[in-house]
């Protein structure tokens, strides 16, 4: 591959692939993604993306329903921008070629947990699906871009490895890259760009069970940490309430907007619980659904609960939910006549790498969008459907300012090769799956949607133990994509335990029984 780009995007879901495309008129273009390029948490997305399109909606609705699901920490401006430029984002993508369901002419509209309206945007439940193949379609044709695919981004280059000693409280820190592993030649190259993007997602992958697929190891995350930038709410994960609770379905998603058609829970002997716990029911934020159905298991000792759109007609339910009704009747449930079994799983991490309106990080050079970053927009708790719009919206801003960032920037650094002197072949492969299976049962049991002083304690002593063993296991091996990721996975693991450690109440989806309420004094972001 070249090794110099004017832009260098490392990741290629919604965030990468949407910054690509705006910055290949001002330049060239490297998409690194360690993968297939498809393959990420876009790709699976189903309900959709909130935005004001109906007339009878407004901003300020979907700015409160916003402000209320992130429970006190979102930042209000971020929250009115993006609200604001949804309209845009829709056109945008319509644009680029994704095609959404459609009622008599407009924009069939979905409604989710915590909307005061109908506003989700869809194509019917495989909207992420049609988003990701439109952007790689479009990024197909744009000859300054090049896909890279299965190359694992490393480590980003920055003054460290001119030899300079970089701290967090250094404001002039820059990045002119990554060193990148290309796991065909399975050699370790630096790429050099001008402007970087993290767009690598979140890190599903760090719990037990998940609604991500394999690639959301928080690499970008963990790189960012490691170069020095600041990283902030790590504690705060969405746990999504309904998964598929069967052996072999791999917590399938079961889309929120199954709820928002009607879908009641139900406990086994078919009670509709859910109004004990909040007067909005099924369609409460996700952290009160998630925590509910957790409090209704753990007190009736039952093993899952069941959601239930058996009174909808079979074929509506065909026609809205075809991906779900389909994927469920390979595990063996007629979703039109069955109740569905489902308990909550990890899914979408609302910390990440700290950015200001502009997508800008605090290393120079280096930009964040999508679940990698941490804006402001989603607070405490995530509002559903709004982290696609978050990501486009993000990556145009990052796109926007990094095409200015770049004018003028003078020749990049020449740095050091990789040194792997010293350094052997994985001799114990089975002993790095070990551990990631030991981290992600650590924090299911331990990190999970209701933690306690006690239960975090041993979190931190356990995973430390991991964190030793890999990192002794790292220095004397290899590269290899399956080391790095368990190193970058132990990285995310210290930094939401520590983060969620450090806040002493219960807000949004940090919910702790040694501080079971709110309190103003901790009213802030943790800041890393
Ligand atoms: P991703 O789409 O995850 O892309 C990350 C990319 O980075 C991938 O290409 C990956 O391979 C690459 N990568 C990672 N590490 C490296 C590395 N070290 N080197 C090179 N490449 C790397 N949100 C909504 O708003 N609406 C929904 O309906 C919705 N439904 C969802 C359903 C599911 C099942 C899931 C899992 C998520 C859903 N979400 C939804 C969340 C949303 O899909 C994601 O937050 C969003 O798509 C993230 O986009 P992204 O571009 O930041 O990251
Ligand atoms: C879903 O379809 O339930 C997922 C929506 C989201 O995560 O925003």
Known sequence: ?????????????????????????????????????????????????????????????HIQDTLVAGAGLCHEEVVKMVVQSGPDVIRELLDWGARFTENKGNLDLGREGGHSRNRIVHAADRTGKEIELALLSAVGKHSNIEIFEHHFALELITEHHLGKKVTRHDS????????????????????????????????????????????????????????????????????????????DADSF?????????????????????????????????????????????????????????????PDVIRTSFPHIHENCLLHGIDITKEWIPVVPAAHYLCGGVLTDMEGRTSIHGLYCAGEASCTGLHGANRLASNSLLEAIVFSKKAALNSVEYIRGLGALPNVPAWDDSGTTNIEEAILVSHNREELQKIMWNYVGIVRSDLRLARAFRRTHLLYEETESFYQRSRVSVALCELRNLIANAYMIIRSAMRRKESRGLHYTTDYPTSLESEKYDTII
């Open 1 to 61: 591959m070249h090794k110099t780009y004017d832009f260098l995007v490392l990741g290629s879901g919604g965030a990468g692939l949407s910054y690509a495309l705006r910055v290949a008129r001002y330049g060239t273009v490297a998409v690194i993604t360690k993968k297939d390029s498809a393959e990420s948490n876009t790709n699976y997305a189903q309900g959709g993306l909130a935005s004001v399109v109906d007339k009878e909606d407004s901003f300020e609705a």
């Open 172 to 247: 002039d820190t820059h990045c002119y890259g990554a060193y990148v592993f290309d796991t065909y030649s399975n050699k370790v190259e630096p790429v050099y760009a001008k402007a970087t993007l993290l767009a690598t997602g979140g890190v599903g992958e760090v719990y037990q069970y998940s609604t991500n697929p394999a690639i959301a190891t928080g690499d970008g995350i963990a790189m960012a940490y490691r170069a020095k930038a600041r990283v902030a709410n790590m504690e705060f994960m969405q746990f999504h309430p309904t998964t598929l609770n069967l052996p």
């Open 253 to 313: 998603l079961i889309s929120e907007a199954v709820r928002g058609k009607g879908g009641i829970l139900r406990t086994e002997k078919g009670d509709a619980f859910m109004r004990n716990y909040d007067e909005r029911a099924e369609l409460a934020p996700r952290d009160i659904v998630a925590r509910a159905i957790d409090d209704h298991l753990k007190k009736s000792g039952d093993d899952t609960v069941y959601l239930d759109i058996t009174h909808l007609k």
